[in-house]
């Protein structure tokens, strides 16, 4: 006798649980990272901060419109399993690479 698989109850989260994770991910993950080290060094030598703070704020902004708009098409084409496991491939091919650019 077959049993049929249960029903998987999607997880409702409240906006500002959304937000807040959403930004405290974010603000952790660019703290010391390439992009923000660049930053600081590009507003060492400016004259200009405000401008540097608004290239980079607008850069940010567009990566992360990008990064929404694509993972919200997928998950409308992929079950949410599938989307986890090709990402966590991804992370450990982008591992793989940097661990091979490090040690060559």
């Known amino acids: 006798m077959a049993t049929s698989p249960t029903p998987r109850t999607e997880k409702r989260w409240s906006v500002w649980t959304v937000f807040s994770s959403t930004f405290l991910t974010i603000f ?15 507003a060492a030598q400016s004259t200009a901060p405000w401008i540097v703070f608004l ?35 991804l992370m450990l091919v982008i591992a793989g690479l940097l661990i091979v650019d490090m040690v060559a």
């Open 28 to 42: 952790i993950a660019e703290m010391g990272d390439k992009t923000q080290l660049a930053t600081l060094l590009i």
């Open 55 to 89: 290239g980079a704020a607008l850069a940010l902004i567009g990566t992360s419109l990008l990064g929404v708009l694509i993972g919200y098409w997928l998950a409308k084409k992929l079950a949410p399993d599938v989307l986890d496991t090709l990402v966590g491939i």
